[in-house]
């Protein structure tokens, strides 16, 4: 890995380290570590390594800072020690890791992708099935170094703009050098090609949910072309993507998605259990206090009767003193009773509608994207009547709202504002508990941009710093 990230992540070398002394270059084999070469020999060695790839995707932290920083959530009653307080009042900077975790998270990520790929090519297959496998093995790979990149963008791009700062390529695992960051653009250029690649390389016929499958690429890649606002291959893949998943879920169906009774929307998603952590945790404590609520301000946004969302995502819980907090996100709490621990979705359905509705909107194709909204609306709320939209600007705000109710606690709403150039602006209720909680977040505001991590500034002093840090 490069050795600024690898500080960060602190990950083990697995290859031989170069020492000079005097004018001699000296190859030492490490004695606690194997080589690449050692250690993926064949199939089921490179599957192991595509699961190891797989196991460092920690979304949990990355939904939870994003909901706080946004308008979701408030701090709760309960809430008199728990930490992202920094990041919940705007007041972080680049030694804060609340906000910088991703960073480090979505490195490892590429680095195991890197040194897997590098392995893969002398893997043996023989036989169309040992090829096919290894095929899709690389394409798993390639897609996810490509989402890797891809959050890389969301979070530490100043603005998602072509010829704005990005973050730092990485297609090898080197110690060498101090790389920089390359513009948004050539991130983006190069998560297009990975991309690209993976949907050729993954077969229509591999559909592990816990995996990255041909329909996930095209989520992803969706996903990708919103934030390059590149209106019309978002179009294309939320289609594309549409057509592979099947229509959205309805009443007791979409409530069975967030206690993991079924997985109808869902495109590719992270199992979670006592070995992995539970979402949970970070909302509520279990000795039941509540850390972050959901803001009175989403919660406004939700008809109680009709919206199939009110109660899979909120829970008023009459049973707590007055004194306690009783206003809960219900989104995670667990797939039973007893089993507190919830799977991560990554990427569902419902997104590619909004997708499509937004990207529609910008193509001025007000009809089909009214169309993507309202079947959105018409699957969560009993009773939908369709909305007729006559302006561009009105289907992009009955949108965003949309997005605001349908992906809360998912970890976009921050990243959605920022898209828009919006100010996060926080209702006053939302605001009266907590120490000194600000009410708006303009868009000038130093942490209206997010930092590059103060370690890696430390091992690598020319890499470029975000506005204001």
């Known amino acids: 890995m490069i050795k600024n990230i690898n500080k960060i992540v602190g990950l083990m070398l697995l290859g031989s380290v170069a020492l000079t002394s005097c004018e001699k270059n000296i190859d030492l084999k490490p004695t606690d570590t194997i080589s690449n070469e050692t250690a993926i020999q064949n199939l089921d060695d490179l599957d192991r390594a595509v699961i190891g790839a797989y196991s460092n995707l920690q979304y949990q932290q990355a939904f939870y800072a994003n909901t706080i920083m946004a308008d979701e959530a408030r701090w709760g009653v309960d ?8 990041a919940y009042r705007w007041d972080f900077d680049s030694g804060s890791g609340d906000v910088t975790a991703s960073w480090g998270t979505m490195y490892n990520v590429i680095d195991r992708v890197n040194r897997a ?7 043996p297959a023989t036989g169309a099935t040992e090829v096919a496998t290894k095929n899709r093995l690389r394409g798993e790979l390639l897609a996810l170094r490509a989402m890797g990149h891809a959050e890389l963008l969301r979070w530490f791009a100043p603005k998602y703009e072509n010829d704005q700062l990005g973050v730092v390529i990485m297609l090898e695992s080197s110690i060498l050098g101090k790389p920089q960051r390359s513009t948004f653009g050539q991130v983006m250029a190069q998560v297009n ?6 949907d050729a390389l993954i077969p229509a016929s591999f559909t592990d949910i816990f995996r990255i499958t041909k329909p996930a690429v095209a989520a992803l890649r969706a996903r990708a072309a919103l934030y390059a606002k590149d209106w019309a291959n978002a179009v294309t893949y939320a289609t594309a993507a549409i057509a592979a998943k099947g229509t959205l879920a309805t009443g007791t169906d979409y409530a069975g998605i967030w206690t993991d009774a079924n997985t109808s929307e869902n495109y590719f ?24 609520s959901p803001s009175y301000k989403l919660i406004d946004t939700y008809n109680p009767t009709t919206d199939v969302r009110y109660n899979a995502f909120i829970l008023r819980d009459g049973t707590v003193a007055a004194s306690r907090e009783s206003w809960k996100v219900n989104k995670y709490s667990g797939q039973t009773a007893t089993n507190r621990f919830n799977n991560i979705k990554v990427v569902r359905t419902s997104e590619m509608y909004l997708i499509l509705a937004e990207a529609n909107a910008e193509l001025n194709q007000l009809t089909t994207g009214a169309t993507a909204l309202n079947a959105v609306r018409k699957a969560r709320i009993t009773g939908y009547v369709d909305q007729v939209f ?16 349908e992906l809360a606690f998912e970890g976009h709403r921050f990243f959605d ?19 000194a909680v600000p009410k708006t977040l303009s868009i000038t505001a130093r942490n209206y941009i997010l930092p590059i991590p103060v370690a890696e500034k430390f091992a690598n002093p020319g890499i470029q710093q975000n506005p204001g840090y």
Request: charged share 30%; proline share 1%.
């Open 79 to 86: 809430n008199s020690t728990r930490n992202f307080g920094l």
């Open 117 to 123: 790929l590098v392995s893969a090519e002398n893997v």
């Open 193 to 198: 090609a990975d991309f690209a690649q993976a």
């Open 269 to 292: 998603q992270l199992r979670r259990n006592s070995n992995t952590g539970s979402v949970r945790t970070y909302w509520t404590d279990d000795n039941t206090d509540v850390f972050f």
């Open 390 to 405: 006559t302006t561009k600007e009105a289907l992009i705000d009955a949108v965003m709202l949309e997005r605001y109710k």
């Open 417 to 435: 504002l920022r898209r828009r150039q919006l100010p996060v602006v926080r209702d006053d209720r939302d605001i009266a508990v907590g120490a």
